[in-house]
């Protein structure tokens, strides 16, 4: 079985429906194919560029990366730094006819995504593309962190996300994080189909025992591991090599692991590590963490490995 999760950017507008149906939307939009027992969610940050935040999301949300490109713009400047600075190397673009094929290998030379696939601007081809992609999984531990999540009468605390790791099944008691509450899976739908167990790369609703929907919030994380959690975080950081300013201590950006964005202030910045106090405390596992300042010409500060001491 194919179960994928697919980034898809660029200048097309709803190019996601071209690709599949239409589900979850908020400032990032989920569009769902399905071709036998084959499954393909593609995920599209709706609400970029106007905002930097969804475009982060997607990336760490997708397992490949498709790039439509009708022209070489300033947007696609930041679309391409952003995947290079995740080091995102499996994926994808589609270009327009009056795009120089010349001209984007120069431009992504030397990047993470210089052996991106180049593909027809043909939905059909692309799907079929798409369809014979594998992904390897990690079964190591149970892992899914949140992106919707919502009250349904009769039913409860339902959360959707993606999950990143492991294998879960209906009554797993897992723990949630940042705020260690204990919670039991009740029910499990993948594509509105109920079922007993789902696995890393299965996008699903869970119906939670143990939570209400207002002690939420997006990018918290079921999972049966002990994760990190952090209110000051310092971490190995690689600067964006196109801004013209200095970090300071004292500045206030934000930062953002997995799906999580949290408001914080620059401590201390010296030998490629920075430290920062967040606004609240987030969940850490093994995700990269980016600072951005979401007012800047130049949005994107830096992306980090790792916590570190």
């Known amino acids: 079985m194919v179960l994928i999760t697919v980034g898809i950017f660029g200048h097309i507008k709803d190019v996601g ?9 908020s400032d990032i939009t989920f569009y769902n194919y399905k071709q036998g027992d084959k499954i393909v969610t593609y995920v599209e940050p709706t609400r970029y560029p106007e905002r930097i935040n969804p475009l982060i999301y997607t990336i760490n949300l997708m397992d490949y990366a498709i790039v439509f490109i009708d022209e070489i713009t300033g947007e696609l400047g930041e679309m391409l730094l952003a995947l290079d600075m995740f080091n995102i190397c499996n994926g994808a673009f589609v270009l327009g ?7 984007l290998k120069n431009i992504i030379k030397g990047t993470s995504m210089e052996n991106f696939d180049i593909l027809d601007k043909d939905f059909i081809k692309i799907r079929e593309h798409v369809l014979e992609l594998e992904i390897e999984r990690d079964f190591s531990y149970k892992k ?6 919502f009250k349904v009468k009769s039913v409860g605390t339902v959360v959707l996300g993606k999950v990143e790791k492991g294998k879960i099944e209906v009554h797993d008691n897992l723990k949630l994080y940042p705020i260690y509450k204990e919670v039991m899976i009740k029910s499990i739908q993948i594509h509105d189909k109920d079922c007993k167990e789902a696995k890393a790369g299965d996008r699903v609703g869970l119906a939670l025992k ?5 002690e939420l919030s ?18 190995k950081i690689e600067m964006n090599p196109f801004i013209n300013k200095e970090i300071k201590e004292g500045e206030n950006y934000t930062l953002i692991t997995g799906l999580q964005a949290v408001a914080c202030e620059v401590l201390d910045v010296s030998n ?5 106090l967040l606004n609240k405390e987030i969940a850490y596992d093994d995700e990269k963490l980016c600072l951005i300042d979401g007012s800047a010409k130049i949005r994107i500060l830096g992306v980090g490995e790792k916590l570190c001491q």
């Open 218 to 235: 997006r990018g918290y994380v079921l999972s049966d591991k002990e994760l990190e959690v952090k209110k000051e975080v310092k971490f």
């Open 97 to 103: 006819e009056y795009v120089d094929v010349d001209m």
């Open 210 to 214: 143990g939570v209400d929907v207002e």
């Open 17 to 25: 429906r071209e690709l599949g149906k239409k589900g979850t939307s």
């Open 272 to 276: 490629n590590k920075i430290s920062l």
């Open 144 to 149: 899914i962190p949140i992106d919707h999540y």
